[in-house]
């Protein structure tokens, strides 16, 4: 049996493990397990997995995942979300599907300090929902929204899925920030301007919010100076050199949780930030020690050698086999998380991209550009069906409203996406200008 044959045959073990509900860390160390053992015998897996845990979680870099998702969760508890929201409204939110606007920019501010699409939308949906409905918001329109701008968290840095990739590719992690910001800024404009078009061809269903005085706006963007100055110190910190990706964290962690105590955080709630950044912490890396017992199983197996191989001996062109992959992530989308994706798949798909030519690309520059290509459309996939797992946590705070009309409402949002992703993939530069220019 050839390495890709065996390799193919694992993966299909992998796929009923998940459709038997088992946990993808855990299926993905049995996997590896199973497969390095019928290749070495157990002695050697021994003496692999005696240094191996110690080997993944002594990595220094690994150490900013907790700390951004500390951040985020000072945040949540810091009412940093209302703060961005209340300022874009009273900014925006006399405009017809103003509101609806003032929810996205809100998402993409607190996605810069939060890092998590899902946790960007479930904070988002309890501070805009209400509001959107107190405006008489179309439920189409308003959970749509919702739903769709909570994926901001993921593509705007700092992104936990985008530290898990550096790593995975071995690549800086200030690096993958700087290429993925001006994708994410095009993402929210884009949010927005679907907004802008879908409230002109039907009015009724953003209607105008009240125009603020002055001194309001004034007020409501005085509110979110901690959210731009934390903002600012750690991407700016990143891109300047003045920090490490990890120290900037630490500094980021540090502000929110001062500004989470001085809006009244007590002492219950940092006990909760703590427990859940430690649970998350736990899944991620466990998940992460599950995806190095498969990668060295397929190292083994040659499986991504002999696919390279197979795959360019084709003479396919270079860009139809990109999109046959990004096709693949919007299927896998539809069916598992964001961060089980990448790390299933990135050992198989990533020496495919740099084994072929994409406009004279050098094999960093491709693993950057791949590396944000493939999180827009994992960002996708949480808001397409089946699964779309930001469309069931905003459809959980609105139970009125039926799953299928808010998968309705986010359709402009995915034609947003797809010029995006289609625009990204032809033009490189935008997302390795930044690169470029800090290199």
Known sequence: MSGIEFGFLM????????????????AMFLVGVAGYVTMTGWQP??????????????????????????????ATHGGLSRALFSAASALIGH?????????????????AICGSSLATAATMGQVALPELRRLNYSPRLATGTLAAGGTLGILIPPSVVLVVYAILAQQNIGKLFAAAFIPGVLAALGYISAIAI???????AGPAGPRHALAEQLRALRDVWPVATIFL?????????????????????????AVAFARGMRRREFVQCLLATAEASAMIFFILLGADMLNVFLALSQMPVELVAWVTGLGVAPLAVLFVILIVYVILGCLMDSLSMILLTIPIFLPIILGMDFFGLDAAEKSIWFGVLALMVVEIG?????????????????????????????????????LRVTLLVFFPILSLWLVRLID
């Open 198 to 204: 879908y409230v002109r061809i039907f009015p009724d």
């Open 11 to 26: 993966f299909g073990a992998l796929v009923v493990l998940l459709l038997a509900r088992v946990p993808i860390g855990a």
């Open 95 to 111: 405009w017809r599907g103003g509101v609806a606007m003032a929810a996205i920019g809100a998402c993409a501010g607190f996605g």
């Open 233 to 257: 110190v750690v991407v700016g910190g990143i891109y300047g050199g003045v920090f490490t990706p990890t120290e900037a964290a630490s500094v980021g962690t540090i502000g929110a949780g």
């Open 382 to 418: 949480l808001i397409t069906p089946p699964v779309g797992m930001n469309v069931y946590i905003i459809n959980s705070m609105a139970r009125d409203v039926p799953m299928a009309e808010t998968f309705r409402g986010v359709a402009p949002f995915l034609l947003s996406d797809a």
């Open 45 to 74: 897996l021994l003496s692999y997995l005696k240094t191996q845990a110690y080997g993944r979680f002594a990595v220094y870099d690994l150490s900013v995942i907790p700390l951004f998702l500390l951040m985020g969760n000072f």
